[in-house]
């Protein structure tokens, strides 16, 4: 079965810096990936998502991630962050041609005015 | 559309009884999910459901744990006893299987608490 890591899992920034999340899985086949977020008392909600074609993918909010096939990797970025940006963010996986998303742990990011 | 529905959002419950968590999914979408979501474990899928038919329940953490859908438009996560490790944020999810259109969308979720 597929897994997903996420590092770092308690990121501290203030507003403007810029953010980079790494996230990687372990599949070797064909994958789809995902970024969600999870806004303080809310639910998850897609960031973006990769099937195939241009591995940089862009998504709402200014966020972007590139997948990199060689390193099994899905890198969220965003190049300046603001405060309304705290919240928690997972990496997913689909993969093997099902439909079950497997979750990373998650990133807990908090912005500092 | 309303997205997906969860009720209820909060539930405080004691040791014992019996606890159940509703979902609506998104009308169309042929799969759906429960998640658990807690501090020490992340984000758990606990079963999933293609077309109504339990695909795979790997996750369900043991028997007290069931689910249900009878219906494309309903589905059901009993726990029977609940107990105090069972407290955490229960979400639903449903999706379309449609590479185009491909996503999972989320309810809001169901806190439980079991004292």
């Known amino acids: 079965a597929q897994s997903v890591s996420q590092h770092n899992h308690h990121v501290i920034l203030s507003e403007a810096a810029s953010l980079e999340l790494g996230c990687n899985y372990s599949y070797g086949g064909t994958v789809n990936l995902f970024w969600y977020v999870q806004y303080p008392g809310q639910h998850l909600q897609l960031l973006l998502k990769y099937f195939s074609g241009d591995p940089l993918v862009k998504g709402i909010k200014g966020f972007e991630a590139e997948f990199i096939k060689s390193k099994f990797s899905f890198n969220l970025r965003k190049p300046s962050v603001q405060w309304s940006d705290t919240a928690e963010y997972f990496c997913a996986v689909t993969a093997g041609g099902n439909n079950r998303l497997a979750f990373g742990k998650g990133n807990q990011v908090v912005v500092i005015p | 559309d309303a997205g997906v529905i969860q009720s209820p959002r909060h539930e405080v419950t004691e040791m014992g009884q019996e606890v159940t968590l509703r979902c609506k999914p998104i009308?169309?979408?042929?799969?759906l999910f429960w998640y658990r979501q807690t501090m020490m474990r992340g984000l758990e899928l606990l079963i999933y459901f293609n077309n109504n038919v339990p695909i795979d329940d790997s996750g369900m953490p043991e028997d007290r744990f069931s689910a249900k859908m009878p219906n494309a438009s309903f589905s059901t996560l009993k726990i029977q006893p609940s107990e105090p490790r069972d407290s955490a944020v229960y979400f639903c999810?449903?999706?379309?299987?449609?590479?185009?259109?491909?996503?999972?969308?989320f309810g809001s979720g169901t806190r439980l608490t079991v004292v």
């Open positions: 009308s169309g979408h042929d799969y």
């Open positions: 999810a449903s999706s379309f299987w449609d590479r185009e259109t491909y996503g999972y969308t």
